[in-house]
C-alpha cells in the first residue's frame, strides 16, 4: 500500500513513519524546501505546502493520505495556514483520484455530535486565549476536512505523550465517552493506518484517549 504523510517530519509523524514501515507500506512525505529531513526507506518530495505541482508529486499513485499538520507555535499565523494548505491537499487529491484522508485533529474542533465535556471544553478556552491564531486555524483544519466531499477520517486527540503504545483506547465522541487527556503518539499512529482497512469511523471524526489504569 502507497501513503502520502504530511506534517511527518514532526514529533507525531515520526511515530507515523515508524508505524507505517513496520508495517511494510511504501511511504511518500512531503516536506518544505528548507526543512531538514532524510530517510533511507522514504520517497521525499520537498515544496511549498500550497504548489500543486509539488502536492500532485507527492500524492499521485497514493492509496491514502495522512496527515499529522497542525500548529506548532504560540505566534502561528493569523491567515490560517494549516486550513489553506489542506484545502489544497484535498483538491489535488482529487485531482490525482486519492479518495481517503485520516487526519489527526484535537477536542478543540468540536463535533456536532459532542456534548459538554469540562475536560476538553476548559482546555480548548485556554488555546483559545493564549493562542487564538491557532485555535481559529485547529478550527479552520477540522471544518475543511469535514465539508470536504472526500472519504475522511480525523482522529481527535488531547495530550500527545511519547510514550510505549497501549493500545487499550477510549475512542468515541466527547461527553459521550468517558476519555481521559492523554494518548501516545504510537497508539495515535496505530489507530490511524488501522482505519485504512476499516470504515467504521468514515467521516467521523471520534475523540480517541489512553484509558485509564
Same mark, same amino acid.
Given at each position: 500500500?502507497?501513503?502520502?504523510?504530511? &506534517?511527518?517530519?514532526?514529533?507525531? &509523524?515520526?511515530?507515523?513513519?515508524?508505524?507505517?514501515?513496520?508495517? @511494510?507500506?511504501?511511504?511518500?512525505?512531503?516536506?518544505?524546501?528548507?526543512? +531538514?529531513?532524510?530517510?533511507?526507506?522514504?520517497?521525499? +518530495?520537498? @515544496?511549498?505546502?500550497?504548489?500543486?505541482?509539488?502536492?500532485?508529486?507527492?500524492? *499521485?499513485?497514493?492509496?491514502? /493520505?495522512?496527515?499529522?499538520? @497542525?500548529?506548532?507555535?504560540?505566534? *502561528? !499565523?493569523?491567515?490560517?495556514?494549516?486550513?489553506?494548505?489542506? $484545502?489544497?491537499?484535498?483538491?489535488?487529491?482529487?485531482?490525482?483520484?486519492? *479518495?481517503?484522508?485520516?487526519?489527526?485533529?484535537? @477536542?478543540?474542533?468540536?463535533?456536532? =455530535?459532542? %456534548?459538554?465535556?469540562?475536560?476538553?471544553?476548559?482546555?480548548?478556552?485556554?488555546?483559545?486565549?493564549?493562542?487564538?491564531?491557532?485555535?481559529?486555524?485547529? +478550527?479552520?483544519?477540522?471544518? /475543511?476536512?469535514?465539508?470536504?466531499?472526500?472519504?475522511?477520517?480525523?482522529?481527535? /486527540?488531547? +495530550?500527545?505523550?511519547?510514550? %510505549?503504545?497501549?493500545?487499550?483506547?477510549?475512542?468515541?465522541?466527547?461527553?459521550?465517552?468517558? $476519555? !481521559?487527556?492523554?494518548?501516545?503518539? !504510537?497508539?495515535?499512529?496505530?489507530?490511524?493506518?488501522?482505519?485504512?482497512? =476499516?470504515?467504521?469511523?468514515?467521516?467521523?471524526?471520534? &475523540?480517541?484517549?489512553?484509558?485509564?489504569?
Amino acid at each position: 500500500m502507497k501513503i502520502t504523510l504530511f &506534517g511527518a517530519t514532526g514529533k507525531t &509523524g515520526a511515530y507515523l513513519i515508524k508505524e507505517g514501515l513496520k508495517r @511494510g507500506f511504501e511511504l511518500t512525505v512531503f516536506c518544505r524546501s528548507n526543512t +531538514i529531513f532524510d530517510h533511507p526507506n522514504i520517497k521525499i +518530495i520537498r @515544496g511549498d505546502i500550497n504548489d500543486r505541482i509539488a502536492l500532485a508529486k507527492a500524492i *499521485h499513485g497514493a492509496d491514502a /493520505v495522512l496527515s499529522a499538520l @497542525g500548529p506548532t507555535k504560540l505566534n *502561528h !499565523s493569523g491567515n490560517k495556514p494549516i486550513g489553506t494548505a489542506m $484545502h489544497t491537499i484535498i483538491s489535488v487529491m482529487k485531482q490525482e483520484s486519492v *479518495h481517503r484522508l485520516i487526519a489527526i485533529s484535537t @477536542g478543540t474542533a468540536a463535533d456536532p =455530535n459532542d %456534548t459538554f465535556d469540562v475536560k476538553v471544553w476548559f482546555p480548548a478556552k485556554i488555546i483559545q486565549f493564549v493562542m487564538p491564531n491557532a485555535y481559529k486555524d485547529i +478550527i479552520e483544519l477540522a471544518k /475543511v476536512i469535514r465539508h470536504s466531499d472526500i472519504q475522511w477520517t480525523m482522529a481527535r /486527540v488531547a +495530550i500527545l505523550k511519547s510514550t %510505549t503504545p497501549s493500545q487499550k483506547l477510549n475512542i468515541g465522541y466527547y461527553g459521550h465517552t468517558h $476519555h !481521559s487527556m492523554t494518548i501516545s503518539r !504510537s497508539d495515535v499512529a496505530i489507530f490511524m493506518y488501522d482505519q485504512l482497512l =476499516n470504515d467504521t469511523y468514515l467521516k467521523q471524526a471520534p &475523540g480517541i484517549s489512553q484509558q485509564s489504569l
